[in-house]
């Protein structure tokens, strides 16, 4: 008889949890439960733009256009701490769907201004209802000290992330100037040599007793 499914994990339950006696670092449990938070509310997002028949994504660049209007891609860029390729395709996408448009910048001709349309006003409102309806259901088992304590914890983790990473140590390497080494030819003229340094005798005696029994020399153990 084949064995039962595991029960589906509660809502309630750390992953440590549902692991029963597997161990997990905490700090990589935090960030599995902020993924599947950034998740749940992108499917709470969607669920809102779907039901009016609007396109889904592009969140956050149609509230940052709602909350400070037309805007330039770098201007949104840095308000949604991201990287300009990533807003720009982002917008190119939001314009073939109607939810945004273009328009001349008086400021600087090459960089034109992003600003809402119609539709997208529209995808805005109903991202606000649907996240009246979840933040009721949320509040009532949250405190206002809990909130403060998990943003201050997350911007501290956010800002040693985005700090920049100390440059390695270099490296000086120096060369060394070949020795000359000079003998005299048969024809009595002086001959100059550019060589290493001969092993001693004794050195080369050693050696070669390591291999005779059996030991490996210290460099290739």
Known sequence: MPNSLPPSPSSNTTITQELGTASIDPLEELFVE??????KLQQEARRGQTADDLPAGGNSVLRTLSKFGALTVP???RLNSTSRQNVQIIVNRLAREECIEFMPNPAH???????LTNRGQASVEALTRNEEGYKTRLLPHVTTEDLHCALKLLRSIRN??????????KIVVRRQTPRLN???SSRGGPSTEIGKRKPKPERIE??????????LPVNLL
């Open 75 to 77: 201007q949104i860029a």
């Open 160 to 169: 040693v992330l985005m700090a920049p990473a100390p440059s390695p140590a």
């Open 206 to 215: 050693e050696t070669k007793m390591a291999f005779e029994t059996d030991q």
């Open 109 to 115: 001709k090459r960089s034109e201004l992003v600003r």
């Open 34 to 39: 902020v993924n599947t938070l950034a998740l």
């Open 182 to 184: 000079t003998t005299f």
